[in-house]
């Protein structure tokens, strides 16, 4: 006798509802990012990134509720195989391409300074976000097509390979994984780690690069260097679940999608809490530049009035050399 296996229940109640406190939490920091979007604390961030941000946390949380779906029919872990990819794999890219383009923003900013530089705008910064995204899109739409034509694989469950014994029935139990080693599907997954490990790089790059900045609610290379390094160690244990452990379900279901959610969670707890606690301190934003001497002729030089797509002509102005840090 086959018995088909999915992740223990108490695991998917557990990690359902870690899901969930995540989802509240995002739409929390949504609804505070509009109510706020004309404060100075939030309109220097871009709202338009943060609702990026916030989306993508979200596809990363709902895709721990579509990989855990209870579910033995092939038809359905043919699904999951699938969307479940681009749930977080889109969510990711999206949260890790705005914070380079953010990043990218306050390097265009501060370095090498002069009068003739481009103001970037909005538009400029979506183009970085649609970017990254659309590149790593293209390499999850080819290994959803290679997925499309590779049957999932039927294997032995290696955390209990065999159950009760009688006198002339064995039961032995299996569980489903998306591709075996070798296919078409295993050879993207590779190619998207390879690529999401570049992102890493240039994320590495440009926190180095930015890391005097004295306005630190400009300046994320602190929380986005602490993002990739955990990012990377999180990755690596993804891959290493992704193309070893596959047969242990729920050894994979605790380390995977555990790092979806500690992703999602950390994303949006180093991006956002400094910004809501920024926001209770100074309502006003009159302490943004105190790090800058003179800050009051420089919060006055940097007001921006109400729509935050002016957001760069302002940033703009501290570009001139008696505005910017030494250093």
């Not at 049957?151 to 014994?165: H, I």
Request: charged share 15%.
């Amino acid at each position: 006798m086959i018995v088909v296996q999915g992740p223990h229940k108490a695991l998917v109640v557990v990690y359902y509802t870690l899901a969930v406190c995540g989802i509240i939490g995002s739409i929390i920091f949504l609804i505070l990012n509009f109510l706020y979007r004309n404060t100075k604390v939030i309109c220097l961030t871009t709202p338009l990134l943060s609702y990026i941000i916030i989306s993508g946390a979200l596809l990363m949380y709902l895709s721990v509720f579509l990989g855990l779906l209870p579910s033995t029919k092939k038809a359905v872990i043919r699904m999951q195989c699938n969307i479940h990819v681009w749930l977080y794999g889109v969510g990711y890219l999206l949260v890790y391409g705005t914070l380079l383009a953010k990043m990218w923003r306050v390097y265009q900013i501060f370095h090498n300074p002069n009068s003739n530089k481009t103001i970037l705008k909005t538009w400029h910064l979506m183009c970085v976000v649609f970017s990254v995204t659309g590149v790593g899109v293209l390499l999850i739409l080819a290994r959803s097509v290679a997925q499309a034509l590779t049957d999932p694989d039927l294997v032995t469950n290696k955390e209990n390979p065999e159950g009760a014994t009688g006198s002339d029935i064995q039961k032995f139990n299996k569980v489903w994984q998306c591709y075996g080693s070798g296919s078409a599907p295993f050879y993207l997954d590779l190619v998207i780690f390879v690529y999401l490990g570049l992102l890493q790089v240039v994320g590495i790059i440009l926190a180095f690069q930015t890391r005097k900045v004295k306005i630190p609610i400009l300046n994320d290379s602190k929380s986005v260097t602490a993002l990739i390094y955990i990012s990377i160690i999180v990755l690596v244990v993804i891959v290493l679940i992704s193309f070893i452990l596959n047969e242990y379900v729920n050894v994979r279901a605790v380390m995977f999608y555990g790092g979806i959610l500690l992703l999602a969670t950390i994303f949006l707890a180093l991006i956002f809490i400094p910004k809501v606690i920024s926001l209770h301190r100074d309502p006003a934003g009159n302490e943004i530049f105190s790090d800058i001497d003179d800050p009051s002729k420089r919060a006055e030089k940097c007001e921006i009035k109400g729509n935050h797509n002016n957001m760069a002509v302002g940033l703009a102005e501290l570009t001139d050399s008696e505005m910017v840090p030494s250093g």
